[in-house]
């Protein structure tokens, strides 16, 4: 099955050690997207890629980093966690940036604790 | 700015209806979806609106009126697998998603 894949699902790291989260696609997508969701709030987008186009959103700290060395696969760099960034990374890949009424594919996520 | 506004919480019984509304204000209007998300899982896509109206599908449902900002989503004949939470996103003119917190909702036996 054509799918999303997101590891590990649990990644537990220490304060200020950096980290790397992975997302692989199998569905040939040219958007993948990384969100941060917090418990009980939305998903809020850091950044996405359009094919190798980086596209940072504007409050994305400088500690978060991605990158995409091809086509299926997708990394999210934390340089230096800090406590609040513990949370839920999701993965997302749609066929193109919304238009029309692409649809976003999740993955399982990641999930992040900071000690 | 930008805002979605859901119910944080809704309980609901096995077997009834219940409608989730959603009224947001976006720069500008592609398209409203929403997504169904379990508890610690992520967010699965139900439906998608475009143009003014209800769609149906299956026991779902959901209804859009762009001139007043407002979607819902209804389901109907609820099991308690239907106990998650029901993220409503519009698009923006750039075709963001604009991802509302969600409303959970709770089914009773």
């Known amino acids: 099955d054509a799918m999303v894949i997101q590891n590990p699902r649990y990644q537990v790291t220490q304060f200020g050690k950096p980290v790397t989260l992975s997302c692989s696609q199998t569905?040939?997508?040219?958007?993948m997207y990384w969100y941060q969701q917090k418990s009980s709030q939305a998903p809020k987008l850091l950044f996405h890629?359009?094919?190798?186009?980086?596209?940072n959103e504007a409050d994305t700290p400088d500690n978060f980093q991605s990158r995409r060395p091809n086509t299926s696969f997708c990394f999210l760099d934390i340089r230096s966690p800090g406590l609040g960034d513990a949370a839920m990374y999701l993965c997302?890949?749609?066929?193109?940036?919304?238009?029309?009424?692409?649809?976003?594919?999740f993955g399982a996520g990641t999930r992040l604790s900071v000690l | 700015g930008q805002n979605i506004d859901q119910p944080t919480e809704m309980t609901a019984t096995e077997g009834a209806i219940v409608q989730i509304n959603c009224t947001y204000q976006?720069?500008?209007?592609?398209?409203l979806f929403w997504y169904q998300q379990h508890a610690g899982e992520a967010p699965t896509f139900l439906s998608y609106?475009?143009l003014d109206g209800l769609e149906e599908k299956g026991r779902f449902s959901s209804f859009l009126s762009r001139s007043k900002g407002y979607s819902y989503l209804l389901l109907k004949e609820l099991q308690m697998k239907d106990s998650a939470s029901y993220l409503c996103?519009?698009?923006?003119?750039?075709?963001?998603?604009?991802w509302g917190a969600g409303t959970k909702l709770i089914i009773k036996p």
């Open positions: 976006t720069s500008g209007f592609n398209g």
């Open positions: 609106n475009v």
């Open positions: 890629y359009y094919d190798k186009d980086f596209n």
């Open positions: 569905l040939n997508h040219n958007v």
């Open positions: 996103a519009p698009r923006d003119s750039n075709y963001q998603l604009i």
């Open positions: 997302a890949t749609s066929r193109s940036a919304g238009t029309g009424g692409d649809i976003q594919y």
